[in-house]
Structure formats: structure tokens, C-alpha cells
């Protein structure tokens, strides 16, 4: 009787075991918790998180989590596009980093007109955001068509605007390098009386958009179809060349808010050193969030944990003294590590292991 | 009597579970055409990839020229042993010249002497009439001439047997007559040439002697003048020819007169090739469309869904004039279309099973109108019980059902829409008998209840089951339409192979 039930508790632990080793954010997360752990073993003070006060004396939250959140930002915004982008086109975008260098630099631009040192800012700072976004929707727009119309594979396309982007950019700001007035940084930092810094927010803001409109729309729905079977999505009456293009202007608004919160935190652009490399990480974090980079079903909230990751990992090598030039070079190892972990072969070959475990448990998955 | 250049005996090949090939022979004289016909999977492909190496046979054995080889591994030793094949896709390098094309990968010098090879392939393409210059890149040749190069180059490497793979179903008339007149060139100087094709009046015009494949046995070998076009159809299809002398007069009484009309379509065709054609679909009633593959079966319903793109004539939908561009503008119009290939065209494999089944009704609802999920489940629920589709749940991805499910659950795709003309292009093709015969019953259930259905199916009984008028293609012409007595397997057949086109009536 006592057997019974022992083999009936451990059958339903496997079971649950089973269920959560299966789930699609299991590695996400498990790999998140893992560095998050590490950090705190490294420094166990690691999650504390404490009101201070900045220069002004402004109440701030102050801590390495804030840190992460915050630098975090426009990591998570960019693949918040880019995974949709991988879903519809089966490929990725690789001028985010230069598109935001052109997003910037037209804020800049809008901000200070031919001044280099404005005392005040030229245009509302609202105006300046709008046609940020909509200098990266252009981009995107631009890199949609070749994608959608000219069936240009994605890497390809948008290596032209990886190329070109940053020195756009510098175009855009007519060659000057202004500094915007203080205000234009409450976007990237603080505003004066309130704790969270401001990306975090913008971040909260762009998430919370993202799932409602994927809830309101059927942009998951065809976005999916269309990665996974163009032909029979158009045979079933969707434009695949018009959801590919959708996605990459979505990316665009992505990019122009990236850019944003970019020029924000330091009030100016630098069009060249802007988010260096930030296309290659923001394209890791789709992956990191167990989402196929030859698209098809997508998981946001695996990309926006794996963005997250990223920046976790970033902050870590940098809490551990790592020399910033090979920062790279670690983050190469982990990164390697996990997608080997996370490859159909290795998952095969830890399927098989775990087949004992399944054959007393039963699969409960049928074949019609 | 001419020399034998190749003859396979006895060949068996066998994938797990499917037996491709069973006790297959092939006999191919020098200097003759020889066709090769089948309906699809015959095995004509299985066999011309034993001959080629690419599959290896469980049994049976090839020999070239008097020469026994029980065993050509790869299609390199195939060409070395004088067989060269041409498929319908071009598999030379566009990019480079004509003349590189025709040596390249053929010898082993480091060096090469460019003026002396581009004067050989000169001489090479002169002798065969082919309307390339050797230094002209290959990608700016017609498609015609792309294949005649790869035809060259196979000539050119001494191959005593040739393999045409349906040369001519990219081609048009014009190109198709110089294929044809090169071919003649080759058989004259002895060529064995093997011809795969599904255009029957081709057959006719060049070959010499025609081997019948079905389901992959061999039917026959037979002398082109022997055989006539009712007799090769029904050999094909597998379909003894009865007496035709039963036939019905043609003079009927026209029942659809007091039926609505749902679709009406005048010389309508498209840019896949389809000839223009008329075709009228009544309420309630079940069409068919018949021809062997290729026939442009799919084509004609593809044109009135939107599918491709509508080239000429016109389209009435319940008598008003409409103009279909896209297949969303043909569903909002009531039009339902299962597409032949499933698996390439139906299914959205990763999806589940509920996403599949309301895709169609949520792309005609709109993008800001999604379908909550409960709202999708109940759809799910009611189809998935309607049609009885086994599935674990609603959730199961699509592509990890069977054939029949699979079929089942676009099936219901299209209800959901509640169409007022449907068609189901090979519903039943690779599926169960239970599951077909659901569906047969399913069609007629759905005609009595007032929908217009068209249903094309390979299967010639299954469309006199569910039809009550077939329109019947050849070579992508309509060619006649049967109904009532005329609907017979004899008549069809004969209607296939000898009917005169809807084009030449009208003239």
C-alpha cells in the first residue's frame, strides 16, 4: 500500500518534472536563474536594491538589478521587433544597431537644430520622439520592401543600412555632435522625483503594448502562418509580401524608441560608437529565447527573458573585472555553450536519456 | 532490327513500407524514342533513379550494351557508362557561359586552352542546331536552349542512353517543336532516348514505342501505332476498356436549367498556361473535373479562386461580374479552395489543429478582429466532432496528425467559411479509404444542402461516385463535358484520349 503511493508521488513529480523540463521558457529562465545565482554567489549583497540620492538629490533607486533592468532597455525593445521579424521572414535584421544611430540622429537633429550647445531644446520633445520612430519605420520600411518585394534574403538586405546607417546618422545631425539640454535626459535617467529610472518604465511600456496588440490583432496568428508555409498562407487569403513588410516597420518603431532612450541617457549621439554591436546581441536574445532563427513559431516572452539574459551576462564580466575589450570573448564562450545546449542534437541525445523517465510515466501524447 | 542499347529485367526496388518498383522491365533500342507513362506514382521516376544510380535496386538486373552491371552506385558511374539524363529544372550553373557549361566538371587539367574549347563548343552546337553562342552566359539563354545545352553536354559525353525528365512542361509550342526536332537529330545518329512526359499528344509525335507503368508494375511495352490514345489512357489508369459501342448519344435534357447559377466563367485562363475555358457550376450540384495530371485540372480552379494569375475572360459569380485578383477577394465572394498538395499548400504545419481550422474565417474577418479563444475552441470543438478528426487536442500541432486527419482538418478550414461554391482539389489523394469515403459522403451531404461543389480527383470511380458532370482535359485544353449516361469509364477515357477541344467546337 505505502509502495503504491510512494511510486504514485514519484510518478506525479516526474510527471510535473516532465511537463516543466518541456516547457519552452524551461532553458530561458533556468539559464537567467543560473547567472542571477552566480552573480549572488559572487556578491551576495547582488539583489539588494536601495533608495539613494542622486547629484540633485533626487530619491533613486539604486542596485545591480536596477542596473540590469535599466541598461536592459533597449536590448528588450529591439528584440521585441526582431523576433517578429525572424518569425515572418525567416531571416534577421542586421542594421538595428546602425538604424539606431539614424533614429538618434534625427532626434538630435529635431532637438538642436545647427547648434552645438543649445541652451533649450528647438522642438518638443514628443515631436523629436515621433520622428525618431519614424526615421526607423522608414528604415525598416526600406528593408521590408527589398525583404518582401525583391526576395532578398534578410541578412543580405539589410546589410546595406549596416553599412550606411551610421554614417546616415552622422548626416542627419548635419555633422555636429550637439548636446541636448537636461531635459531631454529624463528619458534615459530619471525624472527628478520619482525612483525607477525612466527605461525601465519605457520598457514596461513597450512590453505591455507588445502583448496587447498581440492579443487585439492577429499579428501572431499570421506572422506565424506566414513563416511557417507562405503558399499555404496566401492560399488561405493573407499577403505574405504585406506581413513581411508589417514586420520590419514594426521593428522600425522599435528602433526609433531604442533610439530614443539611447540619445537620452547621455543627451547626444555619437553615430559611430552608438549600441556597438547591439544587432548581433539583440538577434542572441531571440535565439536565447528558444526561438527558431530559421522562423515560424515564435516566443516573445522567451526573447524579452533572453534580452535580459544578455544584459545580465554583460554586467556580470563587467562586475567581475573583466577587460572590457574581452568582454566579447566570454560572452562568445557562454553564448556558444547555451546554443549547444539548446541544438536538436543535444536535446535528442538528453531526449534519450530521459526516456526511462517518460516510459514510467507514459506519454500522453497521441497519434491520429 | 536495331541493336539493343539497355535493358533492365526484373527490378525491384522497395522504400519501408511502400513497394516502388515490382518486377519492372525496360528494353531501349538504339536510335528510337521511347516513352515512358504513368500516372503518378507509377514508378517511372523510381526507375529512372535505379537506372541512374541515385536509388539502388533491391533486384533485378541492368545491362548496357551488352556489358552486366549488376549495380550502378551514383549517377557520376552512370554517366561514365553512357547514361546521361536532363531534368525539368535546369541543373547547369546559369552563371556561367554555355561553353563552360558543356565542360565543366569533365576533365581534370589545370590548365585550359579557352579559344580551342570555345570553337569545339562552336562545332558542338552547330552540329546540333541548337541557337546558343558558346560565349553567351547560360542564365540568358531561353529556357529551351538552357535544356538543349544540357542535352548537348550529355551528347557530347558519349551517351549511348538519354533521359528526358517532362522536358517540355516549361516550354512553349514553339520550343517544344525544336526539342522535338533535336531529339530526331540524336536518334538518327543512334541515341537511345528515354522520354517522360504526361502530355499525350507529345508521345505521339516523337516516339517510336511507349512503356506503360502502374502503381509500380509494368503494364506493357507497346509500338507507338499499336496503341492507340483510349487504349494508352486506359492502360494507364488501369481501367479495362469496355465496349465502346455502348456510348450514349450526346442529346440530353438539360436539368440545371431551373438550378441558380453559381459560377460562370467565359475563356478564362491564366499564366499557368491553362487554355481559355468555359465552365458553369449550379447550386447544389457536384462537378468534376477530369484529365490525367498535367491535364490542367488544378489549373482551371486555381484560375477561378485567384490563385494564379488571370490572364483573360471573365468570371460571374451569381451573374455578377467580378473580378478576382487574390484569393481573399474569392473567399469574400464565397469561394472555398483545398489545394491539391497538402502538404505544400494546405496545411500550416507547426500550427495547431484549432489555428489551422479557423485560419481562413479569421483572415476573411480581418487583423483587428481576432477570434477569442473560446471562440476559436468552439469552432475547434464543433469540427473536430463534425468530422470526426483524431486528435489528441485542439492544441496537437497539425503536421503530427495522419494524412487523413490532416485532410480533415482543412477540410473544415474551408466549411467554417460556409462557402457557397467549394472546391476540393485531390481531397483523397494519400489518405485512408475510411477517411475518403467520409468525405465522398461528406460532398454529397453538402450538395444537398445547397452548395456548389467542384471535386477533382485522380480516381476516375470516385468522381462518377460524387459528380453529377465532369468537364474532361487533355494538354490543358477542356476537351468535352459528360453527364448523366455519358458519365461512364469508357466514355471518359475515350474523351480523354480523342475528344475534341471546347476551342475548335466553338470555331
Known amino acids: ?368 | 532490327m536495331q541493336d539493343t542499347v539497355l535493358t533492365m529485367r526484373g527490378i525491384y526496388k522497395s522504400f519501408p513500407g511502400v513497394r516502388a518498383l515490382q518486377n519492372v522491365d525496360f528494353t531501349l533500342c538504339e536510335g528510337e524514342i521511347h516513352a515512358l507513362m504513368g500516372e503518378n506514382g507509377a514508378g517511372k521516376s523510381t526507375l529512372i533513379k535505379v537506372l541512374t544510380g541515385v536509388y539502388s535496386k533491391n533486384a533485378g538486373e541492368i545491362c548496357i550494351k551488352g556489358i552486366n552491371k549488376p549495380h550502378i552506385k551514383s549517377p557520376q558511374e552512370a554517366q561514365k557508362l553512357g547514361i546521361s539524363t536532363v531534368y525539368q529544372e535546369i541543373t547547369l550553373c546559369p552563371n556561367l557561359t554555355v561553353a563552360e557549361n558543356l565542360f565543366i566538371g569533365r576533365t581534370n587539367n589545370l590548365f585550359v586552352n579557352w579559344k580551342k574549347r570555345n570553337s569545339r563548343a562552336e562545332c558542338i552546337l552547330q552540329g546540333l542546331g541548337i541557337p546558343a553562342k558558346p560565349a553567351q552566359q547560360l542564365s540568358s539563354c531561353s529556357i529551351a536552349v538552357q535544356q538543349m545545352v544540357a542535352i548537348a553536354r550529355a551528347v557530347d559525353m558519349d551517351c549511348k542512353v538519354l533521359i528526358l525528365d517532362e522536358p517540355t512542361s516549361s516550354l512553349d509550342d514553339q520550343e517544344v517543336a525544336k526539342l522535338f526536332a533535336l531529339m530526331r537529330e540524336l536518334k538518327s545518329r543512334g541515341v537511345g532516348i528515354v522520354f517522360v512526359t504526361h502530355f499525350l499528344e507529345q508521345v505521339y509525335e516523337v516516339c517510336d514505342k511507349i512503356t506503360v507503368l502502374r502503381n509500380g508494375e509494368l503494364v506493357g511495352e507497346y509500338q507507338i501505332k499499336d496503341l492507340p490514345r483510349v487504349e494508352l489512357v486506359a492502360k494507364m489508369m488501369g481501367k479495362e476498356l469496355g465496349d465502346l459501342a455502348e456510348i450514349h448519344n450526346k442529346t440530353q435534357s438539360n436539368t440545371n436549367d431551373s438550378k441558380e447559377v453559381i459560377i460562370e466563367t467565359e475563356g478564362l485562363s491564366s499564366t499557368s498556361g491553362i487554355k481559355p475555358f468555359d465552365f458553369t457550376a449550379y447550386k447544389g450540384e457536384v462537378t468534376g473535373f477530369a484529365g490525367l495530371l498535367g491535364s490542367g485540372r488544378s489549373e482551371c480552379v486555381r484560375a477561378i479562386f485567384g490563385a494564379d494569375k488571370v490572364t483573360n475572360g471573365t468570371l460571374r459569380i451569381k451573374g455578377e461580374h467580378v473580378n478576382i485578383t487574390t484569393p481573399i477577394k474569392a473567399m469574400k465572394k464565397g469561394i472555398g479552395y483545398l489545394s491539391e498538395d497538402r502538404k505544400r499548400d494546405g496545411i500550416i504545419g507547426d500550427l495547431s489543429v484549432r489555428e489551422n481550422i479557423i485560419l481562413a474565417l479569421q483572415v476573411m474577418r480581418g487583423f483587428f478582429k481576432p477570434f477569442t479563444k473560446a471562440q476559436a475552441q468552439a469552432f475547434a470543438d464543433e469540427y473536430i466532432s463534425l468530422l470526426g478528426i483524431k486528435t489528441a487536442s485542439a492544441d496537437t500541432p497539425i503536421s503530427s496528425l495522419s494524412g487523413g486527419n490532416q485532410q480533415k482538418v482543412i477540410l473544415a478550414r474551408w466549411l467554417l467559411t460556409h462557402p457557397n461554391y467549394l472546391i476540393l482539389d485531390e481531397p483523397t489523394r494519400g489518405i485512408d479509404i475510411g477517411t475518403k469515403v467520409e468525405i465522398q459522403k461528406l460532398v454529397l451531404k453538402l450538395a444537398s444542402e445547397g452548395m456548389s461543389i467542384t471535386f477533382i480527383s485522380s480516381e476516375i470511380e470516385e468522381m462518377l461516385r460524387t459528380c453529377s458532370r465532369l468537364i474532361v482535359m487533355r494538354d490543358l485544353y477542356v476537351v468535352g463535358e459528360l453527364k448523366d449516361e455519358d458519365m461512364t469509364q469508357d466514355k471518359i477515357m475515350y474523351t480523354i484520349a480523342g475528344g475534341e477541344t471546347q476551342n475548335v467546337q466553338k470555331q
Open chain 1, 1 to 368: 500500500m505505502s509502495r503504491n503511493n510512494n511510486n504514485l508521488n514519484s510518478n506525479r513529480s516526474a510527471l510535473v518534472l516532465k511537463e516543466l523540463i518541456r516547457h519552452r521558457l524551461f532553458i530561458p529562465i533556468a539559464f537567467l536563474a543560473f547567472l542571477l545565482l552566480i552573480n549572488v554567489f559572487i556578491n551576495p549583497g547582488f539583489l539588494g536594491v536601495s533608495l539613494g540620492r542622486d547629484s540633485s538629490g533626487n530619491p533613486v533607486l539604486i542596485g545591480n538589478l536596477i542596473n540590469i533592468l535599466n541598461n536592459a532597455a533597449e536590448l528588450v525593445i529591439l528584440a521585441i521587433g526582431m523576433t517578429l521579424v525572424t518569425a515572418s521572414s525567416r531571416g534577421q535584421d542586421i542594421s538595428v544597431g546602425a538604424t539606431v544611430a539614424i533614429a538618434g540622429g534625427v532626434i538630435m537633429r529635431v532637438l538642436c537644430g545647427n547648434e552645438t550647445q543649445p541652451t533649450e531644446l528647438h522642438a518638443p520633445i514628443i515631436v523629436a520622439l515621433l520622428l525618431g520612430c519614424l526615421a526607423g519605420m522608414a528604415c525598416g520600411a526600406f528593408n521590408g520592401i527589398l525583404v518582401s518585394k525583391f526576395n532578398i534574403q534578410p541578412m543580405v538586405a539589410t546589410l546595406i543600412l549596416f553599412t550606411a546607417g551610421r554614417s546616415i546618422g552622422s548626416m542627419a545631425m548635419g555633422g555636429l555632435k550637439p548636446k541636448a539640454a537636461a531635459e531631454f535626459g529624463y528619458y534615459g535617467n530619471f525624472i527628478p522625483g520619482f525612483p525607477i529610472p525612466t527605461p525601465i518604465l519605457i520598457t514596461i511600456v513597450v512590453v505591455a503594448v507588445t502583448f496587447l496588440a498581440l492579443k487585439i490583432t492577429n499579428l501572431s496568428l499570421y506572422t506565424r502562418a506566414v513563416g511557417i508555409n507562405d503558399k499555404s498562407s496566401s492560399l488561405n487569403g493573407l499577403n505574405p509580401a504585406l506581413i513581411k513588410f508589417l514586420t520590419f516597420v514594426i521593428l522600425g518603431l522599435c528602433v526609433g524608441i531604442a533610439g530614443f532612450v539611447q540619445a537620452s541617457r547621455v543627451q547626444t549621439v555619437n553615430p559611430y560608437t552608438i549600441v556597438p554591436g547591439i544587432e548581433m546581441d539583440v538577434i542572441l536574445a531571440v535565439a536565447l529565447g528558444g526561438n527558431s532563427l530559421s522562423g515560424g513559431k515564435f516566443n516573445m516572452t522567451g526573447s524579452i527573458i533572453g534580452a535580459y539574459t544578455i544584459q545580465t551576462l554583460t554586467s556580470m564580466l563587467t562586475t567581475l573585472n573583466v577587460n572590457t575589450n574581452a568582454v566579447p570573448v566570454f560572452k562568445a564562450v557562454i553564448i556558444i555553450m547555451l546554443v549547444v545546449i539548446q541544438s536538436p542534437i543535444v536535446k535528442s541525445f538528453l531526449g534519450n536519456k530521459f526516456t526511462v523517465l517518460k516510459s514510467t510515466v507514459g506519454d500522453g501524447k497521441e497519434r491520429g
